[in-house]
């Protein structure tokens, strides 16, 4: 199975600062298609996850632009520009190249 | 509006069964995988078995495999979950999602399944 490596487990953020959150594969996400099967959900608390970005670098409808992914391969990033109020949540990294689809252990995002 | 509806979560004793449903409006699920995924409480995500658009391909997490059973009525637009020989570890809510980033991620609100005596 993939493994998929979030880091760092718990980040606290200032509003109107950037944050950023790290997740490594164990093995290249990179298709033959040229996509990276990599997908960056959040669950805010007592929700289900809503995806934010697909395919490594796309932003989902009606997610806001402050979202960005890069990375290629195994190390993938997803950056928030300016952290609002309502980004608290756990942000999960999931590969979904080959199965059983695979989770990131998530990313505690909570307010200073 | 695109939803799925989880139900058929409860309590149930070690070693008892429960069948979870996911009734689905808003698209078709006879053109998407589908997956179920759990969710134990206060942990991550963890993915738990789909099945192919037409049913004929099934793909179980080894924890789950030989115990629980995943199917789908496309007529009625519904996906199942079978759980057999329930223990402790089964406790989760238990989410249905189809999961294709193309197309668009679509989750359920869960269902919690509790496996106590």
């Known amino acids: 199975d993939i493994v998929m490596t979030q880091s760092p487990l718990s980040l606290p953020v200032t509003p109107g600062e950037p944050a950023s959150i790290s997740c490594r594969s164990s093995q290249s996400l990179l298709h033959s298609n040229g996509n990276n099967y990599l997908d960056w959900y959040l669950q805010r608390p007592g929700h289900s996850p809503q995806i934010l970005i697909y395919?490594?670098?796309n932003r989902a409808s009606g997610v806001p632009d402050r979202f960005s992914g890069s990375g290629s391969g195994t190390d993938f990033t997803l950056k928030i520009s300016r952290v609002e109020a309502e980004d608290v949540g756990v942000y999960y990294c999931m590969q979904a190249l080959e199965p059983p689809t695979t989770f990131g252990g998530g990313t505690k995002v909570e307010i200073k | 509006e695109v939803q799925l509806v989880e139900s058929g979560g409860g309590l149930v004793q070690p070693g008892g069964s429960l069948r979870l449903s996911c009734a689905v409006s808003?698209?078709?699920?006879?053109?998407?995988?589908m997956h179920w995924v759990r969710q134990a409480p206060g942990k991550g995500l963890v993915w738990v078995s789909r099945i192919s658009s037409d049913g004929s391909t099934t793909t179980y997490a080894d924890s789950v495999r030989g115990r629980f059973t995943i199917s789908r009525d496309n007529a009625k637009n519904t996906v199942y979950l079978q759980m057999n020989n329930l223990g402790a570890e089964d406790t989760a809510t238990y989410y249905c999602?189809?999961?294709?980033?193309?197309?668009?991620?679509?989750w359920g609100q869960g269902t919690l399944v509790t496996v106590s005596s």
């Open positions: 999602a189809r999961l294709n980033a193309v197309a668009g991620p679509v």
């Open positions: 808003g698209f078709t699920i006879s053109g998407h995988w």
């Open positions: 395919l490594a670098s």
